[in-house]
């Protein structure tokens, strides 16, 4: 069978968050120091928004690494082309036999795509998703489940099952779930506290941000139960 190459970025989480703080500090501190106070409210929300997105723009070109991805009739390859700030990464050859399961995670801000080994290792890919970013990231993992199977019969491997399968995702772990519900309670709570107590230092705006968070995930939670 022919290879296939994926061209991919990759984002590194911590690199990101610590990139965006430091930058959204120390922009907010540069404005506050060097710009005149805004005549009114509207001028000053305007100025934050141009702050962050251009903060987040930035982190998400300071954490992110490019990255050919291969598969050959034996092995998986991950080659990088440009690798994270201050990393040396090496590149990586995995054999199929040793391809566990693997899953494929979505999020509010990232995407995950972890394939498991039977020597308990693990390969992960974090991707950004809130803004659009051209590559073969989603192609990728299409087709992966698909290849990854007529890989591993042509190996001929005798570890476990021939077929491979997308393993339980932590949105589907009775863990998370209980974290969930848990949060879920804590939000009624502030909610009759806000009912009961309008003058509470809670705002319906902060409600209305920890609803929509509690929403997503519960769909997630809804959605891997019902593909698991």
């Known amino acids: 069978m022919k290879p296939r190459e994926y061209q991919i970025k990759i984002h ?3 690199k990101f968050i610590i990139s965006f703080i430091v930058i959204l500090l ?8 060097n710009l005149p106070k805004p005549a009114n409210e509207f001028i000053s929300i305007i100025q934050f928004i141009s702050v962050f997105v251009t903060s987040f723009y930035l982190a998400h070109l300071i954490g992110m690494a490019k990255a050919k991805i291969i598969f050959t009739e034996q092995e998986f390859i991950h080659i990088w082309d440009r690798r994270f700030l201050f990393s040396w990464e090496k590149n990586i ?3 199929w036999e040793i391809v566990d399961n693997y899953f494929f995670q979505e999020d509010r801000t990232f ?11 693990r390969y992960k ?5 809130v803004i659009p970013i051209n590559d073969d990231f989603k ?19 005798n570890n476990g ?16 779930k209980w974290i969930f519900y848990f949060m879920t309670f804590g939000f009624i709570i502030l909610i009759l506290t806000k009912i009961f107590n309008p003058d509470s230092g809670t705002t319906w705006s902060s409600l209305g941000v920890i609803g929509t968070g509690l929403l997503f995930y519960g769909v997630m939670i809804k959605e891997k139960k019902k593909n698991n």
């Open 111 to 121: 995407y995950s795509f972890i394939i498991n080994f039977t020597n308990n290792k």
């Open 161 to 176: 099952t021939t077929t491979i399968e997308e393993g339980v995702s932590i949105y589907a772990s009775k863990g998370f």
């Open 12 to 14: 590194s989480i911590s």
């Open 26 to 33: 120390s922009s907010i501190l540069l404005v506050l120091d």
């Open 125 to 129: 890919i974090y991707r950004l998703n």
């Open 93 to 95: 050859k995995i054999p």
């Open 139 to 157: 192609k990728l993992v299409k087709d992966f489940p698909r290849l990854l199977n007529k890989y591993k019969k042509g190996t001929g491997s």
